[in-house]
């Protein structure tokens, strides 16, 4: 079964620092997206992606967030400055439209 | 008002129980609903998605109450494999790719 694929899995950086989520979404699919989940949280929408750009966006999605994609298969998550609430797990799916596949995730601990 | 509001749970469930839980939501127009299942620091999987007219999947049933803005999630002849945290999930529109809003979830513990 097709799967969406995380890099790293886990990640520990510094405050301040910035980071590169990597996800390699499944290959037919036309829609991509990030959320996150803080520890004990609910899973939160951050950005959506569509034709080369982002589609929608949440208020959590500030100007220390973008997303990229960089080449055919590659879907980056950039964090500018890392601040310690951005510590959480970092879900990337993907979608033909309806329906999504998570990614197992990355989990970004910021010290 | 939360967007999507669930009981946290945790709901102690002897195996072989049956067990049911209710999710509710504020945007009216909103068009699709899921139940997804999370174990613990693993990705949400789709369980199944809640049509109008209720569905049933196995032991599972889910129904949707548009009146009163609630979806339901019943768990039959609960396995111990069925802990989990179970995620009441809500599209606002019926757009393509439109993004899902999530509750917070409610935790299910099976035990023999």
């Known amino acids: 079964e097709p799967e969406v694929t995380q890099t790293p899995s886990h990640q520990v950086t510094q405050m301040g620092q910035e980071v590169i989520l990597r996800c390699v979404p499944i290959?037919?699919?036309?829609?991509f997206y990030w959320y996150r989940q803080i520890l004990g949280q609910k899973v939160e929408f951050l950005v959506s992606?569509?034709?080369?750009?982002?589609?929608?966006k949440s208020e959590i999605f500030d100007d220390q967030f973008s997303v990229e994609r960089p080449d055919g298969s590659n879907f980056t998550l950039k964090i500018r400055s890392t601040k310690l609430e951005d510590s959480a797990m970092y879900f990337c799916?993907?979608?033909?439209?309806?329906?999504?596949?998570f990614g197992s995730g990355t989990r970004l601990t910021v010290v | 008002r939360k967007e999507v509001e669930q009981d946290p749970g945790p709901f102690n469930v002897p195996e072989g129980a049956t067990v049911a839980f209710n999710c509710t939501y504020s945007?009216?127009?909103?068009?699709?609903f899921f139940w997804y299942r999370q174990d613990c620091r693993k990705e949400p999987k789709l369980l199944m998605s809640?049509?109008?007219s209720g569905n049933e999947d196995g032991r599972f049933t889910a129904q949707l109450n548009r009146a009163s803005q609630y979806i339901s999630l019943l768990i039959r002849d609960s396995k111990l494999s069925d802990s989990a945290t179970y995620l009441c999930?809500?599209?606002?529109?019926?757009?393509?790719?439109?993004?899902?809003?999530f509750g917070g979830g409610t935790r299910v513990l099976v035990k023999p």
């Open positions: 799916a993907s979608g033909p439209g309806n329906g999504y596949t």
């Open positions: 290959s037919n699919h036309l829609y």
């Open positions: 992606f569509y034709n080369n750009e982002i589609s929608e």
């Open positions: 945007n009216s127009a909103s068009q699709s």
């Open positions: 809640v049509y109008s």
């Open positions: 999930v809500v599209r606002p529109t019926g757009a393509a790719g439109n993004k899902l809003t």
